[in-house]
């Protein structure tokens, strides 16, 4: 239970040291390569619906299965070879499940660009961390895709992989992982994906829940902490949280739009198509590219105040957790 419990914090330290190295192999790479394996061999356009969503379980199954039992091997492997190669190894792969500075440094490219004036460069480099189509953005609409998947992964690549990495170290946090691939790679609503992924989708849904709430709350204490409007964050987070499509991406996402004074969501297209979506927040002001940096700012201090309560909880009550 130490050596886990410093393994998160050295991953959490490598992490906004290094983020993700382009030259070192990613296991949510693998992670992805084996949810297109799955896609590929069991997705078929002629399927029935329902036939559909039983291959779409299989497939949760499948890559739930391999993304805790692989790391689980290896560190059992290595704990019992010396328990400093077990805190090595932990504290590597604690640093891969997190994701806070190669968020932020991807999500910064687009403010450089746009503070260069280089709009065309701004929504290429949007276009890499968002799902929906960029093409027709302005400066405002690449802006707030850029504080939207800020916001909504402040919680799905930090909060969330700590919150379970909290009991089971970083098996718990690969599992986790899992989950969140194969909902990024198969929970589209499109016609390809809206049977096969609705069981990765669900249960992504699931897994946010709690972790989506905790972020929230960790939010406005940073707006607060950071000298944003933390009054109006709490006021858009009560008022606006479920008017996202996602029962979880909303609870952040409204949050920052509260606390920088912006308009978030509103219509988007995705794959061609347009998606009606509600607006989140007040058009106080327009979205400057400056607030791109302010919501990675909220970010660092959320992930900041996780680490302390992770290992906080982890030494209070060792007795009871893995």
Not at 20 to 27: A, E, F, G, L, N
Not at 202 to 211: C, E, G, R, S
Request: proline fraction near 3%; glycine fraction near 6%.
């Amino acid at each position: 239970m130490f050596y886990t419990t410093i393994s998160i914090i050295n991953g959490y330290i490598l992490d906004l040291i290094l983020g993700d190295p382009y030259i070192v192999p990613h296991p949510v790479v693998a992670i992805g390569r084996l949810v297109t394996f799955c896609t590929d061999r069991l997705l078929n356009e002629s399927d029935t619906s329902s036939c559909k969503r039983r291959k779409g379980i299989i497939m949760v199954i499948v890559v739930l299965f391999f993304s805790a039992f692989i790391p689980f091997c290896i560190l059992y492997a290595a704990y019992k070879l010396h328990v400093f190669a077990g805190l090595i190894i932990e504290s590597i792969m604690c640093w891969q499940i997190l994701a806070a500075k190669s968020l932020r440094t991807e999500s910064t490219k687009v403010e450089s660009a746009l503070e260069e004036g280089d709009t065309d460069k701004a929504r290429f480099n949007v276009s890499m961390i968002v799902g929906r189509d960029t093409k027709k953005l302005d400066e405002k609409g690449i802006i707030k895709a850029a504080v939207e998947t800020v916001a909504e992964n402040s919680s799905d690549g930090v909060i969330a992989p700590l919150f379970y990495m909290l009991s089971g170290g970083a098996v718990a946090g690969f599992l986790y992982k899992g989950i969140n691939t194969m909902d990024s790679m198969a929970g589209y609503k499109n016609d390809k994906y809206i049977d096969f992924g609705r069981a990765a989708a669900k249960l992504d849904d699931i897994a946010n829940f709690i972790p989506a709430r905790i972020s929230a709350f960790l939010m406005v204490i940073s707006a607060f902490i950071l000298g944003f409007d933390a009054k109006n964050a709490w006021k858009i987070f009560i008022r606006d949280r479920y008017k996202s499509t996602s029962p979880n991406s909303g609870q952040t996402e409204s949050v920052c739009a509260g606390a920088l004074g912006i308009e978030l969501l509103g219509d988007a297209y995705y794959f061609g198509r347009l998606v009606k979506k509600p607006s989140i927040g007040d058009d106080i002001r327009r979205p400057e590219p400056c607030d791109i940096h302010k919501a990675n700012n909220m970010m660092y201090c959320m992930a900041f105040i996780m680490v302390v309560l992770v290992a906080t909880i982890r030494i209070c009550f060792y007795k009871f957790i893995i």
